[in-house]
């Protein structure tokens, strides 16, 4: 989880570095935060704090499921020739690596950089003081999941694989859990 954290805070270095830097993108970056974030919230507030919990609660599963769902598709592919341990630990790590630097790009970086732009310093720590609890509770599941496929990197061949994906499975209840007990509270406390 430690490589996947430091990935993670290199994304949103970078996201961050980005909107503040090159102004010619803050638009498109601004646009493309408005389709996928603030609008579907928009239009889902209108059906009830239940409709929008379950909003946030999907949106942040995706990373989690395609984590526990990567390694499956890898340990039941057939490959020709079969996959050596040094090309599977290529392709699981560099998944966990890739959506770690993705998830803190977009997820953390350019969301508070365009709030920092947008709002200033006054935006920027209204967001950040209305995430205190459900924010860390939603990165911490989340990277948990995301370092999952490098840690399944270790296995030697597809059976010890797959029968560590069914042991993890734990895991994943456990962050979906959490996912959605922070998707509550972000809910309760106001988005």
């Known amino acids: 989880m430690t490589l996947a954290f430091a990935i993670f805070l290199l994304g949103s270095l970078a996201g961050s570095i980005l909107v503040i830097t090159v102004t010619p993108v803050r638009g498109p970056l601004i646009l493309f935060l408005q389709a996928r974030m603030i609008s579907p919230i928009k239009v889902v507030s209108h059906f009830g704090n239940a409709a929008l919990t379950l909003l946030v609660f999907l949106n942040n599963t995706v990373p989690a499921l395609l984590s526990f769902l990567y390694p499956i598709i890898i340990a039941n592919v057939n490959w020709t020739p079969p ?11 560099g998944f966990t690596g890739f959506c770690a630097f993705l998830v803190g790009f977009f997820g953390f970086g350019i969301a508070l950089a365009i709030g920092w732009v947008v709002g200033g310093s006054s935006l920027l720590s209204s967001l950040l003081a209305s995430a205190t609890v459900h924010g860390p509770l939603e990165m911490l599941c989340v990277l948990l999941c995301i370092s999952e496929p490098l840690r399944l990197a270790e296995q030697h061949d597809r059976i010890e694989l797959m029968t560590h994906v069914r042991r993890d499975l734990k895991l994943l209840v456990f962050c979906l859990f959490g996912l959605l007990l922070s998707a509550v509270i972000e809910v309760l406390v106001g988005l």
């Open 83 to 93: 996959l050596t341990r040094r090309k599977k630990r290529i392709l699981l790590g």
